[in-house]
C-alpha cells in the first residue's frame, strides 16, 4: 500500500521512470478506447496492436513494486507477447493474436490491481476481469461485447491515468526499504 507520508527522493533516472510508466498506462488506456474504432467501421488492429505493445513495454520497464516475483512475471508475460509476435511469422507459425494480446494485457491486468492497492482508484480491481472476459467474447466471436469490454475497461484506465498525473511522482516509488532486491 502506498504511503503518501514517505517522501522518496528521486534523481532525473528515477522521474524519467515514473513518466514511463505513466505514460504506458494512458496509452492502455487509449489502445483500450480505440476499440471504438470497430464501431464506426475503422480497421485499428495494427495500430492498436502497436500501441498495446508500447503500453505494455512501458509500464513492465518501469514498473515500482516492492515483491519482485510479480514484478518479473508482468515484465516476462510482456517480453514473451513481444517475443512471439516478432518471431512466430519468421517461424512460419500462425501469430495468434489473441495469445499475444492475451500475454500484454497480463502486464495490464496486473498494473491495474497494483494500482487498486496502492491508491485505491474507484474500479480498478474489475480490469483484469473486464479483459479477461474481453478476450474470451473476442475468442468466442462477440465482437459488440468484446468492444463495449474494452470500452469499460479503457474508461477505467484513462481515469487511472488522470489521476496518477495528478499525484506527485515520488508517490510512484514509495519506500525503497521495501523492495526486495
Known amino acids: ?6 517522501i522518496a527522493t528521486l534523481d532525473a533516472f528515477d522521474r524519467t521512470l515514473v513518466r514511463i510508466y505513466r505514460t504506458g498506462i494512458s496509452l492502455a488506456a487509449l489502445y483500450l478506447l480505440s476499440a471504438v474504432g470497430h464501431w464506426a467501421g475503422q480497421p ?8 498495446l505493445m508500447l503500453a505494455a513495454t512501458l509500464m513492465a520497464s518501469s514498473l515500482h513494486l516492492y515483491d519482485k516475483r510479480i514484478r518479473y512475471a508482468l515484465l516476462m ?37 497494483k494500482e487498486s492497492h496502492c491508491f485505491r482508484v474507484v474500479g480498478l480491481r474489475w480490469v483484469p476481469l473486464l479483459l479477461l472476459a474481453m478476450v474470451l467474447a473476442r475468442a468466442a466471436g462477440s465482437g459488440t461485447l ?3 469490454l474494452s470500452l469499460v475497461a479503457g ?6 491515468a488522470l489521476r496518477k498525473w495528478q499525484m506527485p511522482l515520488h508517490y510512484d516509488i514509495g519506500d525503497r526499504s521495501k523492495y526486495q532486491n
Open 44 to 51: 485499428l488492429a495494427p495500430f492498436r496492436q502497436a500501441l
Open 77 to 113: 508475460s510482456t517480453l514473451l507477447g513481444l517475443l512471439w509476435a516478432a518471431l512466430a511469422p519468421r517461424l512460419g507459425v500462425p501469430a495468434l493474436p489473441l495469445l499475444v494480446e492475451g500475454l500484454l494485457l497480463v502486464t495490464l491486468s496486473g498494473v491495474a490491481f
Open 155 to 160: 474508461g477505467l484506465m484513462g481515469y487511472l
Open 1 to 6: 500500500m502506498a504511503d503518501p507520508n514517505v
Open 146 to 148: 468484446a468492444v463495449s
